[in-house]
C-alpha cells in the first residue's frame, strides 16, 4: 500500500533552517508528482509546493517561495529544504502524493506529518 | 488566485444527511478538478472525494461530490451520518494559472 513517511521536523531559531525529508514506497514513485502542505496549530490545510514526476518544474506557495525549495531523488525521497524561518513557518509539515504525472492537484495520500517548530 | 470558501461549522443528528458547500469566488468551479479530504482530531488528512466526485477505495459509498455550476460550487454529501464522521474536511482545487494548490479554509463536521 501507500506509504509517506515524512522525517527532520524539531525545533529551530528565527532565521535558521532545517531540511524535511519524505520516503515514499508501495508505488512508482516516478510517475507521481508530490506535494508539501502544511497546518499551522489550529489552522486550516496549507500548500507549500509541488514538484514534478521527473523533478523538472517546481511551483511554490507566495508564502515559501524564495525561501523554501523542494527537491527529489532516485531514493523515492522527496525534500523541503527551507531557510530563514519565520515564527509563522510553525507548522505541520505534511508530504502528499498527487494521482498521476501532471500536476492537477488531485491529492490522494497523505503522510502523517512532521512538526517543525520556529521559536526563539 | 481564486478563493473557496466553506462553512465554518456545520452540525447534524446521526443517521442523518448533511452537505457540506465550497463556492470558487472567480472562474468556474468545472474548470479544475475539487477535492475533499477529511482530518479527524488529531491525524492526518484522507482523502475522500477527488476528481470531483470519486471515491478511493476504501471510502464508504455515503460520501459523494458534486458539482453545481450555477452556484459556481462544489457539495461533499455525507449520508447515514455516525460519530465517526465528526471531523474537519477541506475543500481544495488548482489554479493553473499560478500554478496553486487552494484549500478552502474547512468546515467543522459535529455529529450529535
Redesign the interface.
Known sequence: QVQLVESGGGVVQPGGSRRLSCVASGFTFTRHAMHWVRQAPGKGLEWVAVILHDGSKNYYADSAKGRFTISRDNSNRIYLQMNSLRVDDTAVYYCARESGISILGVVDHWGQGTTVTVFS | NFMLAQPHSVSESPGKTVTISCTRSSGSITT??V?W?Q?RPGS????VI??DNQR?PGVPDRFSGSIDSSSNSASLTISGLTTEDEA?Y?C???DSS?????????TKLTVL
Not at chain 2, 492526518?44 to 482523502?47: G, K
Not at chain 2, 500554478?99 to 478552502?104: K, M, N
Request: hydrophobic letters at 15%.
Open positions: 479544475n478538478y477535492q479530504y482530518q492526518s488528512p484522507t482523502t477527488y476528481e478511493l474537519d477541506y481544495q482545487s488548482y499560478s500554478p496553486h494548490v487552494i484549500f478552502g479554509g474547512g
